[in-house]
């Protein structure tokens, strides 16, 4: 159980476009989603965490209106990197929990390069 | 801020060696220490989960210990086989119960 699924696994965008990537639990009902960023040798950095129905919560440093993050239902979250550059590119890693406090159920991560 | 660092950044060893990774972290008021492995280019796999009232986790060949006072992990690994080879990360759930992840020991096993 608790699985978490990421769409798409790989994406390239040219640089100025918009991509979204999908977050989904597939067996239970995650009502916090967190996003992080992965650049390459280095650790995971949360971006910001989001409650189903709710704005999200974005982490010091992190542009709100780049990252647009969409929790609308308590199964899918969505992430869209607007006007990316190539400065964006990284493996975007989500997470999924029950609720706030609860473990973090972590989805395989989306890698994404911008041209 | 929570701040965690794992050491070293790179081990390598023999097949059949026992190893230990290491993690420490500045606050010491923690919920819980988890420790994943990473395989490249993957998501992340849960290992062991320490609460903070207790000292160590084991599953399998590995072991997890938790020093919270002195802001200290490391997680043992015995009998070492090529398949472990991935990066280790520590992370730490603290604050306003965020995870604060360490930069990882990426280790290899060689046959």
């Known amino acids: 159980g608790a699985v978490v699924s990421q769409h798409p696994s790989w994406v390239i965008c040219k640089s100025g476009t918009s991509v979204k990537i999908e977050c989904r639990s597939l067996?239970?009902?995650?009502?916090?989603m967190f996003w992080y960023r992965q650049f390459p040798k280095q650790s995971l950095m949360l971006m910001a965490t989001?409650?189903?129905?709710?704005?999200?919560?974005?982490e010091q440093g992190v542009e709100k209106d780049k990252f647009l993050i969409n929790h609308a239902s308590l199964t899918l979250s969505t992430l869209t990197v607007t006007s990316a550059h190539p400065e964006d590119s990284s493996f975007y890693i989500c997470?999924?929990?029950?609720?706030?406090?609860?473990?973090?159920?972590f989805g395989p991560g989306t890698r994404l390069t911008v041209t | 801020k929570q701040e965690v660092t794992q050491i070293p950044a790179a081990l390598s060893v023999p097949e059949g060696e026992n190893l230990v990774l290491n993690c420490s972290f500045t606050?010491?008021?923690?919920?819980?220490l988890q420790w994943f492995r990473q395989d490249p280019g993957k998501g992340l796999t849960s290992l062991l989960l320490?609460?903070?009232?207790?000292r160590e986790q084991t599953s399998g060949r590995l072991n997890a210990s938790l020093d919270k006072s002195s802001g200290r992990s490391t997680l043992y690994i015995a009998a070492s086989q090529p398949g472990d080879s991935a990066t280790y990360l520590c992370?730490?759930?603290?604050?306003?119960?965020?995870?604060?992840f360490g930069t990882g020991t990426r280790l290899t096993v060689i046959p």
């Open positions: 989001s409650n189903e129905g709710s704005k999200a919560t974005y």
């Open positions: 320490i609460q903070s009232s207790q």
């Open positions: 992370a730490v759930r603290s604050g306003a119960n965020n995870l604060f």
């Open positions: 997470s999924a929990s029950w609720q706030r406090t609860y473990d973090q159920y």
């Open positions: 606050d010491s008021a923690i919920y819980n």
């Open positions: 067996d239970f009902q995650a009502t916090t």
